[in-house]
């Protein structure tokens, strides 16, 4: 597994995660198609300002994006995220690469505490948290794409793990 920058070329990967109903089924559901592209060039235009980090997980010794990990600062606070295609679940893709990003972060000590905001019913991303050192910190309802969710809120020191 190997990550790297979002790219132009990652259009049909956004497609399949965004606007499928069970890869957003924790987030309020699929968007709409149309709204995809404009999605990513938003992101190209963020990393390109290094205001935030957004890494396509490319599965084993091919070019097949099978997910990806963020992590950006919103309303003061550094966050992160993950998303793997269904067919990539199951292989610990998620969990390394969000490992390999806290790494990064710790690295660069740049960002701080990270926050990571899984719905409560969201099993294997509340596991990647316990798994990658995040501290629980409680329930919370958070809201993303205008809804309400009930998430576990998980905080990772960058600056302990050093």
């Known amino acids: 597994m190997l990550l790297r920058d979002v790219e132009p070329a990652d259009l049909d990967a956004y497609v399949r995660m965004r606007c499928d109903p069970v890869m957003m089924s924790e987030l309020g559901g ?30 084993g010794n091919s070019a097949q994006v099978a997910g990806t990990v963020t992590l950006y600062s919103q309303e003061g606070i550094s966050e992160i995220g993950w998303m793997v295609l269904p067919e990539f679940q199951g292989r610990g893709l998620a969990g390394e690469a969000v490992r390999q990003v806290l790494d990064l972060a710790r690295a660069c000590g740049r960002w701080g505490l990270i926050h990571a905001f899984p719905a409560t019913t969201n099993a294997a991303s509340n596991a990647i948290c316990r798994s990658a050192g995040f501290s629980f910190v409680g329930e919370e309802e958070t809201v993303f794409a205008g809804r309400i969710f009930q998430t576990s809120h998980w905080v990772f020191d960058s600056s302990a793990h050093a």
């Open 30 to 59: 699929p968007q709409p198609r149309e709204r995809i592209a404009d999605q990513l060039r938003r992101d190209l235009e963020t990393v390109r300002a290094d205001s935030a980090w957004i890494k396509m997980i490319v599965a």
